[in-house]
């Protein structure tokens, strides 16, 4: 069982509607929640990143949230355009005696249509 | 300024060869890291360079792969004796500080490796 669980795994929507991606994670002991955009055949791209302490975080029209009681995060996308099309993933850094490691989730497919 | 540059941008090879896939990080970044991405997956932790000190090695799959940085600056990861089931997406990212956890990791546009 992947410690970082995104859903849902893709995700359809018309252009202009909002949409909200989840991850689910049971990694510890927490450092930073992490959120990438990748478009097709690209390197990953931040959106966003927040620390223990941190509830929300915004980047335009994103918005990430973070319950670390919970384990959860989600990714709210406002007003979707088509460049959105991307895949969506969740990265969960956790402290260990070596240093710092991160955990990927599997990543949201989401497609905006016209 | 330049981001992180990673060639060739696609690779295709024989089972069994070897090949290298380079990575230039962004001028200045002490942490570098190598991913790796396969169809329909997450991406992988490989390897994970933190400025002068050893790299933390315990993401590669087998000793086929191994990974190197030259001067603290450009890596080469070497996969010897390629499989198929090494046909991926290599990512290789940089960032400022060793403290993976603390910054930011800009990521390159990766080397699709097709092994057949």
């Known amino acids: 069982k992947n410690q970082v669980e995104q859903s849902p795994q893709s995700l359809i929507i018309l252009e202009g509607k909002n949409c909200t991606l989840q991850?689910?994670?049971?990694?510890?002991?927490?450092?930073?929640l992490r959120w990438y955009k990748q478009d097709t055949g690209r390197g990953p791209v931040s959106l966003t990143i927040?620390?223990?302490?941190?509830n929300t975080k915004s980047n335009g029209r994103y918005t990430a949230t973070l319950d670390a009681d919970t384990k959860q995060s989600s990714l709210h996308i406002t007003a979707s355009q088509l460049s959105d099309s991307a895949s969506y993933i969740c990265?969960?850094?956790?402290?260990?005696?070596?240093?710092?490691?991160?955990?990927f989730g599997t990543g949201t497919q989401l497609k905006v249509e016209l | 300024g330049a981001g992180v540059s990673q060639s060739p941008s696609n690779k295709v090879t024989e089972k069994g060869k070897d090949v290298e896939l380079r990575c230039d990080p962004i001028?200045?970044?002490?942490?570098l890291y190598w991913y790796r991405q396969s169809l329909g997956q997450g991406l992988e932790f490989l390897i994970y360079?933190?400025?002068?000190?050893?790299?933390?090695k315990s993401g590669l799959p087998s000793d086929r792969f191994s990974a190197e940085r030259t001067g603290g600056s450009v890596s080469t990861l070497t996969i010897q004796r390629t499989q198929q089931e090494d046909s991926a997406v290599y990512l290789c990212?940089?960032?400022?500080?060793?403290?993976?956890?603390?910054?930011?990791?800009?990521f390159g546009p990766g080397t699709r490796l097709t092994v057949t």
């Open positions: 990265v969960v850094t956790i402290l260990t005696g070596g240093g710092n490691k991160l955990t």
């Open positions: 001028s200045g970044h002490t942490a």
């Open positions: 360079f933190q400025g002068n000190s050893a790299p933390d």
């Open positions: 927040m620390t223990f302490s941190e």
């Open positions: 991850c689910n994670y049971t990694v510890s002991p927490f450092s930073n």
């Open positions: 990212a940089s960032s400022l500080s060793v403290l993976a956890g603390g910054y930011e990791q800009y």
